[in-house]
């Protein structure tokens, strides 16, 4: 069963502290992306990744932190620094040409408590 | 700086009806355009993807349209059904601005179909 999973579903966070969102997919696709989601404001880009063991900074990268050590996984860590963690937050996939679409995971909730 | 919009941000209509959506982009310099359903708390599935030469693309009871030189695009449901309530985002994949695979986002449409 081809797809991209995330976990976990909701995830609450104490203030100060970091954590982690996981991203895994089997769809053997080279790209991978992080966005973030708020009411109103549509999807933005935090960060993406092209190949393993590299990735770029997005629009909204300032607090968070990403690794690409294998193809298939692409975690993301909220960090202390990012004031306003809680959103909805999305993974995402695609073969990373030009031309093709990405597809979704079913999404983090995170909430600060 | 790509920005795209979507208009009406919300939109009821009765079972049955026809219906548009809008979406509109201010730089016409774009790799493609993309079509998102989203569900209330769940991920985006694709709808429908539109290369920049392409004029539109359908699927089933849905028609999406692309003209990038005025920088816009509609969808278009037929016949519209209570399970096509959910929020509809387009996506542009712009050529300038960074990675080539980036996409920039609508804040979406909230669809609500009324049986």
């Known amino acids: 069963d081809g797809g991209i999973t995330q976990s976990p579903k909701y995830l609450f966070r104490k203030e100060g502290q970091n954590v982690t969102l996981s991203c895994e997919q089997n769809?053997?696709?080279?790209?991978m992306y992080w966005y973030r989601q708020d009411p109103g404001q549509g999807l933005r880009l935090i960060y993406y990744?092209?190949?393993?063991?590299?990735?770029q900074k997005g629009d909204i990268a300032e607090g968070y932190s990403v690794s690409r050590e294998k193809k298939e996984s692409f975690p993301l860590t909220v960090t202390s620094a990012q004031k306003n963690p809680t959103a909805f937050y999305l993974c995402?996939?695609?073969?990373?040409?030009?031309?093709?679409?990405?597809?979704f995971g079913p999404g983090t909730r995170l909430t600060v408590l | 700086k790509q920005e795209v919009t979507q208009i009406p941000a919300a939109l009821s209509v009765p079972e049955g009806e026809n219906l548009v959506l809008n979406c509109s982009f201010t730089?016409?310099?774009?790799?493609?355009l993309q079509w998102f359903r989203q569900d209330p708390g769940k991920g985006l599935t694709s709808l429908l993807l539109?290369?920049?030469?392409?004029r539109e693309q359908t699927s089933g009871r849905l028609n999406a349209s692309l003209d990038k030189s005025s920088g816009r695009s509609t969808l278009y449901i037929a016949a519209s059904q209570p399970g096509d309530s959910a929020t509809y985002l387009c996506?542009?994949?712009?050529?300038?601005?960074?990675?080539?695979?980036?996409?920039?986002f609508g804040t979406g449409t909230l669809l609500a179909v009324q049986p």
């Open positions: 995402a996939s695609s073969r990373g040409d030009r031309t093709d679409t990405q597809y």
């Open positions: 769809l053997n696709h080279d790209a």
């Open positions: 990744s092209q190949i393993v063991n590299d990735f």
């Open positions: 730089d016409s310099a774009i790799y493609n």
């Open positions: 539109i290369q920049s030469s392409q």
């Open positions: 996506a542009v994949r712009p050529v300038r601005g960074g990675a080539t695979n980036k996409l920039i």
